[in-house]
């Protein structure tokens, strides 16, 4: 079985593109949702998460879960912390894409693509067979970006302090999806990819 990364700033387009892989029946693991479900009622990184973070978990009616609010509040824009946040999800999430791999084989998938955006930040083009990299232009990135509920252009900042510069992930790749021309054209860049599998 091939694995392919799929990679990409926040809101260039990773999770557009990820469906388009799901349409044509390959296994996408979301490494972003793998966090949530962590994080969430009866989630493995809840207990060392309140161990570490005082205050940003409780209790909901399926079990104790993170609040995430108050574990952005702790985190965004405080280095240490971050970095002791990762330390505890980051292990926890490489073993979720394990089992996802795994399963995958079990049944018989010839590709599967993991969609983590941090994937260069983590080591993780090493784990794969090919890197697939969703790009944009920054304004695009940026309008896109700001227009989601809550987001706030110290927040904006703040991500992309942390993450590797987009100019950097396209120089690694070894295919670029460009997403800020059209749906239609991402899609289509997609599609070929796997038709060629190369
Ligand atoms: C800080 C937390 C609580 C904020 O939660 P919130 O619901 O507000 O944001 P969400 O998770 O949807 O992320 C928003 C955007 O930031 C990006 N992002 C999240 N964490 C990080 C990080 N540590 N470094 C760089 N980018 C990140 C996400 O990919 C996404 O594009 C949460 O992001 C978290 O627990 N992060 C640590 C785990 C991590 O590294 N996740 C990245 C994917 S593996
Ligand atoms: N090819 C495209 N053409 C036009 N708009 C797009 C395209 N791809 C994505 N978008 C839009 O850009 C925004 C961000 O896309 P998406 O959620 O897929 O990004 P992402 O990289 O997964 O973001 P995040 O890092 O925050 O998870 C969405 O509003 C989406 O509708």
Redo the contacts with the bound molecule.
């Keep these: 079985m091939r694995v392919w990364g799929l990679t990409?700033?926040?809101?260039?387009?990773?999770?557009?593109?990820?469906?388009t892989f799901r349409r044509l029946r390959i296994p996408v693991f979301d490494a972003?949702a793998a966090v949530h479900r962590l994080q969430g009622p009866g989630g493995a990184a809840v207990r060392p998460i309140e161990a570490a973070f005082p205050g940003t978990t409780r209790g909901t009616p399926r079990g104790p879960a993170v609040d995430r609010e108050a574990l952005r509040r702790a985190v965004i824009g405080h280095d240490a912390a971050l970095n002791r946040l990762e330390a505890i999800v980051h292990p926890l999430v490489r073993r979720e894409e394990r089992r996802f791999l795994a399963a995958a084989r079990r049944r018989g998938a010839r590709l599967a693509v993991l969609?983590v955006?941090l994937l260069f930040e983590t080591g993780g083009e090493r784990r794969v067979d090919k890197v697939i990299v969703?790009t944009?232009p920054a304004a695009?990135q940026r309008t896109?970006?700001l227009?989601?509920r809550g987001m706030t252009e110290e927040r904006l900042r703040a991500i992309l302090a942390r993450q590797v510069p987009d100019s950097l992930r396209r120089r690694r790749a070894d295919h670029l999806?460009?997403?800020?021309?059209?749906?239609?054209?991402?899609?289509r860049a997609v599609r070929r990819l796997v038709a060629h599998q190369g």
């Design positions: 990409g700033g926040i809101g260039m387009g990773k999770s557009t593109a990820a469906n972003d969609d955006p969703v944009a695009t896109r970006v227009r989601r999806v460009h997403t800020g021309l059209s749906r239609h054209h991402a899609q």
